[in-house]
């Protein structure tokens, strides 16, 4: 049996670890929240230009595709750009992206090449023996758009230099505090349908104007323009999710520490109370035993 | 009959209201749009966007962009967007000291960092410029 002592010091180091557990959980709420209000701020850009780009894609003449919205009709090669985490301990936040993205992959018709955002995703993939082609991994929390602006380009570049025939985006869908899902949007080529299920009804009806616009300089060059913008935005955004999703999955595995921590400390010092009051026992017993002894001496003399 | 204006940037929504005129940097030259414009699409330039209400005016720095032209709208999707009203002149004026060191020194720096530094100085150009030419009262 341990010490009082031994205890003592288990007891204090559990304690401790129950305090970190506790700050690191606190911190991801917050970390949550921003992630959240991050994300939200995004859809009034991209809501606005989801409509232009709708807008464009059903102008009259628009026969010729640019090269970022057609379809290619050999894949070749693909690239998928998975969103992780750059830290541990947020539970299984980190096996449930690979483990989705590789059973996602498996089903794709062609080779594929990875993008890591994040560190935890790069070292699974490369441990895999995965292609791993790019690494966009400690970014800020949440980042701003500037930041996470170079994954796009990189993207857009190498799609265009057919590099690739195909982009996907897998990341975790923030439902909420205690529900995240993998996801998984195909960047490029994008498609512009006029009706797109995952966009609410209020964007895509829009714009019933059919009159002709004036484009300046033409079309193919706002699209150019705009169109790397959006694929910018769509990582930005699913980065975001992510992030609020990696922080939710981190609270809820620092709280189930904490508790079980605290469930810990319970039970340790309940024996170590026991220990301690056997002890006093023990020795009571000895004073009372010497004194007793004592006494019937003193009474035989 | 006032024109609606919208200027959006990716992470907020700079500006929204009713206004009288919106002048635009067009990629083309300047634009000014008055209530039922004829529809226009076009690429923005680094540059300052003038927006007229009952006389007042603001402005507002725009680092690039697309404008969409409606009749009764003016949606601008910026790549960077700032009131100049907003813009805190020490912090740009720091921002171009820096930007402009980093390229008298930068001869070993990749292509790609070069053209962040670049872009750097000519943000925070524009916003000084913007700032000496269009705020009141300075």
Known sequence: ?301 | MPIRCEIVSQDRIVFQDDVDMVILPGTAGEMGILPNHAPVLTLLKYGVIHVKNKGAEEFFTVAGGVAEVQPDQVTILADAAENVAEISIQRAEEARQRAEKLLKEGAGVSPDVYLQIQAALRRSHLRIEAVRRYRQGR
């Open chain 1, 1 to 301: 049996m341990a010490s009082t002592r031994e205890m003592r010091l288990r007891i204090r180091s559990i304690k401790n670890l129950a305090q970190v557990t506790k700050a690191l959980e606190t911190v991801s709420a917050s970390r949550v929240r921003r992630a959240v209000q991050a994300n939200s701020a995004t859809r009034p850009y991209a809501e606005k230009a989801w409509k232009v780009l709708i807008h464009l894609a059903r102008q009259p003449g628009h026969n010729v595709l640019h090269p970022l919205l057609a379809p290619r009709t050999e894949v070749k090669k693909i690239l998928v750009v998975m969103i992780s985490s750059d830290r541990g301990l947020a539970g299984a936040y980190n096996m449930n992206i690979l483990r989705f993205t590789q059973h996602l992959v498996k089903d794709l018709p062609a080779p594929v090449s990875y993008v890591a955002v994040g560190r935890k995703g790069r070292e699974l993939l490369i441990r895999r023996r995965a292609d791993v082609v790019a690494d966009f991994s400690d970014l800020p929390s949440p980042p701003g758009f500037t930041e996470v602006a170079p994954i796009g380009s990189f993207v857009v570049g190498d799609f265009l230099a057919r590099k690739y025939d195909q982009v996907y985006i897998t990341y975790t869908n923030f439902i909420n505090m205690i529900h995240q899902e993998p996801a998984v949007l195909k960047l490029l080529p994008l498609s512009v349908t006029y009706k797109d299920e995952k966009q609410p009804e209020s964007i895509s009806a829009t714009h019933r104007t059919s009159s002709v616009f004036t484009y300046e300089p033409d079309q193919n060059e706002i699209l150019s323009g705009i169109v790397p913008r959006f694929t910018a935005l769509q990582i930005y955004q699913a980065i975001l999710s992510s992030q609020a999703s990696e922080h939710a999955a981190r609270m809820v595995a620092m709280r189930n520490a904490t508790d079980s921590a605290n469930e810990l400390i319970q039970s340790l010092q309940m024996e170590y109370n026991k220990l301690r009051q056997a002890l006093i026992t023990n020795e009571m017993l000895d004073i009372a035993g010497g004194a007793n002894a004592l006494a019937s001496e003193e009474r035989s003399v």
